[in-house]
């Protein structure tokens, strides 16, 4: 509400990030009516991005032998631009898709996390020419912000361990 752009909830779905729910039908200015379900590429989308930043290192070099075994050829492009990429997408906190000629929108995303695991993604989807320096400068602190408190809900809902207390 306070960004008014609609943000949607992703999670990991084999090698790719599945959109769980979002507030497209709740914002006034959102470029498509819905995304629930839609399948989104981990090495050619925001959302994707930011799981492959935040993940365990054994997990991303899973997920990467992965896309490397597509049929029809890698889906990483190349690695080692992909390895800088994620180190700066994990130093900054957020990942950024800016439009491209298979979409017209950008999308800014960051990660639900739980301990060192990554639970779930958080992505904000604007019109490609909107995606400012200035408009992440504004709205990835509120979106890192949802981000924590979703995960801080997330936590509060896990069985807690029998010898500290604390959730699994």
């Known amino acids: 509400k306070a960004?008014?752009?609609?943000?949607?909830?992703?999670?990991?779905?084999?090698?790719?990030?599945?959109?769980?729910?979002?507030?497209?039908?709740?914002?006034?200015?959102?470029?498509?009516?819905?995304?629930?379900?839609?399948?989104?590429?981990?090495?050619?989308?925001?959302?994707?991005?930011?799981?492959?930043?935040?993940?365990?290192?054994?997990?991303?070099?899973?997920?990467?032998?992965?896309?490397?075994?597509?049929?029809?050829?890698?889906?990483?492009?190349?690695?080692?631009?992909l390895l800088q990429e994620l180190?700066?997408?994990?130093?900054?906190?957020?990942?950024?898709?800016q439009p491209n000629p298979q979409r017209g929108t950008a999308t800014l995303a960051t990660p639900v996390m739980h301990r060192t695991e990554v639970v779930g993604l958080m992505g904000m989807t604007t019109f490609g020419n909107l995606m400012t320096p200035a408009t992440v400068a504004q709205c990835a602190p509120q979106l890192q912000q949802a981000a924590t408190a979703v995960s801080q809900a997330y936590g509060a809902r896990l069985p807690q361990s029998p010898d500290t207390g604390a959730p699994f």
């Not at 729910?21 to 991005?49: C, F, K, Q, V, W």
């Not at 180190?87 to 898709?97: F, H, L, N, T």
């Open 3 to 81: 960004i008014k752009w609609p943000v949607a909830l992703g999670v990991l779905d084999g090698d790719a990030i599945v959109v769980r729910e979002n507030g497209m039908p709740y914002s006034p200015i959102a470029a498509h009516a819905t995304t629930i379900g839609r399948r989104l590429g981990l090495a050619d989308t925001a959302m994707g991005r930011a799981y492959l930043a935040f993940c365990p290192e054994v997990e991303r070099e899973i997920l990467f032998d992965m896309l490397r075994a597509t049929p029809g050829g890698s889906r990483l492009g190349h690695e080692e631009l």
């Open 87 to 97: 180190a700066a997408i994990r130093q900054q906190g957020y990942a950024v898709r």
